[in-house]
């Protein structure tokens, strides 16, 4: 990457975000964040007891991120969260133009939900995915790549477009 750029790594709980924005990171040598790690208590107890979040509850959190992003603009950062929707989007590309952009892990619901059942150790319960493919606006304009290949070659390709 010749200029640095803000790459948010969207798609829904299972389909490789943290791993794929990790190895993203390393190979372009910017900073990593997991947007996970940023949601406040009261959000991560509702994840947990099962409870979708609610726009009103990601408002904080999509603002936080997008503060990060701001801070992060001279040298980069590959920040990971599910931005399900447009307007979550918005927010986090906000005062971003032109220094940003969306990547969408894309992957169908039966491949993540495979993937879900092997997972240890995740707050997201299994049985949310499906409210987060119900709430999933597909990105306009995004690097979109297919998961159903390994990290690697996700990496490989996500860097090829940009």
């Keep these: ?32 964040f997991d947007g996970d ?10 994840m947990s007891d099962g409870i979708p979040l609610n726009d009103d ?3 904080g959190w999509l603002e936080r991120l ?21 307007k979550y989007r918005v927010i986090l590309g906000n005062q971003l133009e032109g220094l940003h952009k969306i990547v969408y892990l894309e992957g169908s619901y039966e491949l993540i939900n495979d993937r879900l059942i092997q997972r240890k ?10 409210s987060q493919f119900d709430t999933l606006e597909i ?13 690697e070659a996700i990496v490989a390709d996500i860097i090829k477009m940009l």
């Design 66 to 86: 997008n503060k990060l992003a701001l801070e992060h603009t001279t040298t980069g950062a590959v920040i990971v969260c599910s931005a399900l929707k447009e």
């Design 139 to 151: 990105p306009h304009d995004p690097i979109t790549v297919s998961i159903d290949q390994s990290p």
């Design 1 to 32: 990457m010749n200029n640095p750029q803000i790459l948010f790594v969207m798609g829904v709980s299972g389909s490789g975000k943290t791993t794929i924005g990790t190895l993203l990171a390393q190979k372009l040598n910017i900073p990593f």
């Design 121 to 130: 150790n995740h707050f997201m319960p299994k049985g949310l995915l499906r």
């Design 57 to 59: 509850d990601r408002q």
């Design 37 to 46: 790690d940023f949601h406040p208590a009261s959000n991560i107890k509702k």
